[in-house]
């Protein structure tokens, strides 16, 4: 089935959900343009996460999607504590900028059971997850009439989100900005292109594949139709839209990038994620294995990140970025889409 079936849109682009950059005027301006827009959950409180499905609700009636971490990703029990070598470090950073206050050690991300009620409750069209998907939110969100899809990073969890049921499946390569969706085994096998993950993965499943991970313009698109996609996500090349809720110092950084700065890696949150090298993440990646799980790392720089953000200081800031990001435009989401559905609709016939 096409993606425009299956979700009632006319292009097949999604606007990747992005915790902490995803807005209601981002999610609608890519809906109202005939995409699916996504709003990133991960964060949001019951209360919230209502408030921004409403306020797409009040910008446009066409389909969006709102994506959520797994409960895979809470905190483990019992709660780690840092070791000396992190402290030390973070109290460096802390006395650097006259910081008095200490990180609170709890996640950052909302309870993922509650958040589920809301969006059913709110019958949100497309439910979306990253590290993976529980059998019975699959079996609820169907229940519910609505449409539910995952994130992938190899063959092994793609046939997995295919058993499951799911209606679609994201093939996330390791181009990709932000965190790597990946659920089973290590992520260092999970780092595959994008070119070689989509087709293997077509293959293998019976459901409609997205192809995510360094897709920033109409070549990027039309390659992933020719390597058997339904469709694109694509996350990076959006942040260079206003309706992004980003940081300007994180975009200005993003459009001085060349596609050797983002870099995988566990230092900022304590799972592995793509995002601007700086700084805290060389710092942090030289403690090696003394790094804290999930989500804990991202709790433990909390205030620093605050308060260097407050400054205008881009070393600490989490910049997530695909490897695509030298070709970011800074343009309207509607202008964005209007070029993207123009563009390769001729070079899809320039290719014929
Ligand atoms: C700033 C940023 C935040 C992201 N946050 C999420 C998220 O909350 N949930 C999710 O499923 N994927 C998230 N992703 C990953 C995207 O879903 C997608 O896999 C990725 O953006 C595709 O690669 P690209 O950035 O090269 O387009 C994020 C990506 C970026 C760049």
Same mark, same amino acid.
């Given at each position: 089935?096409? =993606?425009? /079936?299956?979700?009632?849109?006319?292009?097949?682009? =999604? &606007?990747?959900?992005?915790?902490? /950059?995803?807005?209601?005027? +981002?999610?609608?301006?890519?809906?109202?343009?005939?995409?699916?827009? !996504?709003?990133?959950?991960?964060?949001?409180?019951?209360?919230?996460?209502?408030? &921004?499905?409403?306020?797409?609700? !009040?910008?446009?009636?066409?389909?969006?999607?709102?994506?959520?971490?797994?409960?895979?990703?809470?905190?483990?029990? @019992?709660?780690?504590?840092?070791?000396?070598?992190?402290?030390? +470090?973070?109290?460096?950073?802390?006395?650097? %900028?006259?910081?008095?206050?200490?990180?609170?050690?709890?996640? @950052?991300?909302?309870?993922?059971?509650? &958040?589920?009620?809301?969006?059913?409750?709110?019958?949100?069209?497309?439910?979306?997850?990253? %590290?993976?998907?529980?059998?019975?939110?699959?079996?609820?969100?169907?229940? /519910?009439?609505?449409?539910?899809?995952?994130?992938?990073?190899?063959?092994?969890?793609? #046939?997995?989100?295919? $058993?499951?049921?799911?209606? /679609?499946?994201?093939?996330?390569?390791?181009?990709?900005?932000?965190?790597?969706?990946?659920?089973? !085994?290590?992520?260092?096998? *999970?780092?595959?292109? $994008?070119?070689?993950?989509?087709? &293997?993965?077509?293959?293998?499943? #019976?459901?409609?594949?997205?192809?995510?991970?360094?897709?920033?313009?109409?070549?990027?698109?039309?390659?992933?139709?020719?390597?058997?996609?339904?469709?694109?996500?694509?996350? $990076?090349? %959006?942040?260079?839209?206003?309706?992004?809720?980003?940081?300007?110092?994180?975009?200005?950084? +993003?459009?001085?990038?060349?596609?050797?700065?983002?870099?995988?890696?566990?230092?900022?949150? !304590?799972?592995?994620?793509?995002?601007?090298?700086?700084?805290?993440?060389?710092?942090?990646?030289?403690?090696?294995?003394?790094?804290? @799980?999930?989500?804990?790392?991202?709790?433990?720089?909390?205030?620093?990140?605050?308060?260097?953000?407050?400054?205008?200081? *881009?070393?600490?800031?989490?910049?997530?970025?695909?490897?695509?990001?030298?070709?970011?435009?800074?343009?309207?989401?509607?202008?964005?889409?209007?070029?993207?559905?123009?563009?390769?609709?001729?070079?899809?016939?320039?290719?014929?």
């Amino acid at each position: 089935m096409s =993606l425009q /079936a299956l979700f009632g849109i006319t292009h097949p682009f =999604l &606007q990747a959900p992005m915790a902490g /950059a995803s807005t209601p005027e +981002l999610v609608a301006a890519v809906s109202g343009a005939g995409g699916l827009g !996504g709003l990133g959950a991960a964060s949001m409180g019951r209360d919230f996460l209502r408030q &921004q499905i409403q306020a797409i609700r !009040g910008l446009t009636n066409k389909p969006f999607n709102v994506n959520l971490f797994s409960p895979a990703s809470q905190i483990p029990d @019992p709660s780690p504590q840092p070791e000396d070598a992190v402290l030390a +470090l973070i109290e460096r950073y802390h006395r650097e %900028f006259g910081i008095d206050e200490k990180p609170v050690l709890e996640s @950052p991300y909302g309870d993922p059971a509650v &958040q589920l009620e809301v969006l059913i409750e709110e019958r949100v069209p497309v439910i979306s997850f990253h %590290f993976g998907v529980e059998s019975g939110h699959v079996e609820a969100i169907h229940s /519910a009439g609505l449409k539910v899809i995952c994130s992938a990073t190899t063959i092994e969890e793609a #046939k997995w989100l295919d $058993t499951l049921g799911v209606d /679609a499946i994201i093939a996330q390569g390791a181009e990709a900005g932000g965190h790597r969706g990946t659920f089973i !085994g290590d992520y260092r096998d *999970a780092l595959i292109g $994008t070119m070689a993950l989509v087709p &293997q993965v077509v293959d293998v499943v #019976k459901v409609p594949v997205i192809a995510a991970g360094g897709i920033m313009d109409a070549r990027g698109i039309v390659a992933a139709y020719a390597l058997g996609a339904a469709g694109v996500q694509m996350g $990076t090349a %959006f942040l260079g839209c206003p309706e992004a809720g980003i940081a300007d110092l994180w975009r200005n950084q +993003l459009l001085a990038s060349s596609p050797s700065r983002p870099r995988v890696t566990t230092a900022m949150s !304590g799972k592995p994620a793509r995002g601007l090298r700086n700084r805290y993440i060389e710092d942090m990646e030289a403690l090696g294995d003394a790094l804290l @799980p999930y989500p804990l790392q991202y709790a433990l720089s909390a205030p620093v990140r605050r308060k260097a953000l407050a400054v205008g200081n *881009a070393d600490f800031h989490a910049m997530w970025s695909g490897q695509g990001v030298g070709l970011l435009e800074q343009m309207p989401a509607a202008a964005l889409m209007a070029t993207l559905i123009e563009e390769s609709e001729s070079l899809k016939s320039q290719l014929m």
